[in-house]
Structure formats: C-alpha cells, structure tokens
Nanobody
C-alpha cells in the first residue's frame, strides 16, 4: 500500500505563488511516477505535472508550462510543485498521485492523496 499526503494549499491572489508538497510512504518503489492532478468544481480531473523517480523526466500540461515546476527529493520521499504566476483558473483541489506504470500525462494513477485546496482570487 502507498500513502500520499499533500500540504501547502491555501488562498493566494492572482499573480502570487504557492508551493505544494507530497509526502509518500509505504510500499512505494523506485519505479513510481509521481504526478499532480487537479479538479475544479464541476470539472473532470485534469493532469498538471508529473516527474519520474530520478527526476530526469518531467511532464507538464500546456496550461501550466512555464509557470509551474515539479521536483522531487527521494531521500525524503517528497515531491514539490512550485506554482508561480497563479491565475484564477488554477483554482482547484490538487491531488498527488503515484503509479508504477501510468501514462504520466493522464489522471489514471492508482494511488491518490486526499487533496489540498488551492484558491486564487482575482
């Protein structure tokens, strides 16, 4: 079993920044991809960013490319999502997700955290 716990969400003004963190524990192996998926009210889950185990490969949705940055600290089993230049349309619940064999840019991960709310006021 894999456990994921997000932190760092909150309320921020448009143009501001937030840093989300995802702490992973349990039976998470070195092959797992870690991703961030978000869901806005009334909308389907949307891929945001993902990172390979060693951090050599990253993926971003077009909507966040150039504004968000994903990184991981394997010594601490933690993945971070630095979000800059936030827009009102970034408002959503952000989930950390993990999977050993997912297509990274889809929201079809097997393991999910509880989510953290990000609200961007305009």
């Amino acid at each position: 079993q894999v456990q994921l716990a997000e932190s760092g969400g909150g309320l921020v003004q448009a143009g501001g920044s937030l840093r989300l963190s995802c702490a992973a524990s349990g039976r998470i192996s070195s092959s797992y991809i870690i991703g961030w998926i978000r869901q806005a009210p009334g909308k389907e889950r949307e891929f945001v960013a993902a990172i390979s185990y060693r951090g050599r490969v990253t993926w971003y949705s077009d909507s966040v490319k150039g504004r968000f940055s994903i990184s991981r600290d394997n010594a601490k089993n933690t993945v971070h999502l630095q979000m800059n230049s936030l827009k009102s349309e970034d408002t959503a619940v952000y989930y950390c997700a993990a999977d050993p064999a997912v297509v990274a840019t889809t929201p079809r991960y097997n393991y999910w955290g509880q989510g953290t709310q990000v609200t961007v006021s305009s």
